[in-house]
């Protein structure tokens, strides 16, 4: 996979040594200068486009786990900002990255992960077995996300898996609110 990923992706600037996608710059490792090729072409890619780019990303880089590890930066930035959607927007939303992270068990379980979150905020919809057998990073992030119920973090605060996500659920919240005009 070249460094130019697509038509809307900006060049690195050779003329700044201080780019870290440059790629003639011999100090930075070649899957360094690829990482950031790859995030900044997430972030510009209209959600349309965004997973059979992702794909692209995981069958072609030689080095799986810089594929995995911008992917999921990418993942997690969308899925927060998506968390507190209606369903159907939600499912438009994952079903095409469902199919391009294909059978990646960690992406898969990062993608349901976010769907719990998601069942949380938007519908209210948990269970105390499935908060239970929640990874840390899932109990973590329901600790940080707004929106998340005050029943959800009750929970965690009382059966959290560790003290940090207990200490967390315990910790006041301020009310979420909208932003002011369109």
């Known amino acids: 996979m070249t460094n130019s990923l697509d038509a809307t992706s900006e060049p690195s600037d050779p003329s700044n040594p201080s780019d870290p996608s ?4 011999p100090s930075e490792p070649p899957e360094h200068a690829r990482f950031a090729e790859y995030v ?9 486009e965004a997973a059979p780019l992702i ?15 911008a992917v999921v930066r990418h993942l997690d930035a969308r899925a927060a900002e998506r968390a507190g959607t209606d369903d ?10 469902t ?15 976010w769907t719990l979150v998601h069942q949380a905020i938007s519908a209210h919809s948990w269970s105390a077995s499935t908060l239970s057998a929640a990874s ?16 959800v973090l009750a929970f965690l ?8 996500v207990r200490a ?3 910790r006041p919240r301020r009310p979420r609110t909208e932003p002011d005009g369109p």
């Open 55 to 69: 794909r692209r990303i995981l069958t072609e880089d030689p080095d799986r786990q810089m594929a995995r590890a």
């Open 99 to 113: 199919e391009a992270i294909g059978d990646d068990p960690f992406l898969t379980l990062r993608l349901q992960e």
């Open 40 to 48: 900044r072409a997430l972030d510009a890619a209209p959600a349309a």
């Open 157 to 164: 605060a009382e059966h959290g898996r560790t003290k940090r």
């Open 168 to 170: 967390a659920a315990r």
């Open 22 to 25: 440059d790629p003639s710059d």
């Open 88 to 97: 159907a927007t939600w499912r438009t939303w994952t079903a095409p990255l």
């Open 136 to 151: 840390d990073w899932l109990q973590r992030r329901l600790t940080e996300t707004p929106g998340v119920p005050a029943p």
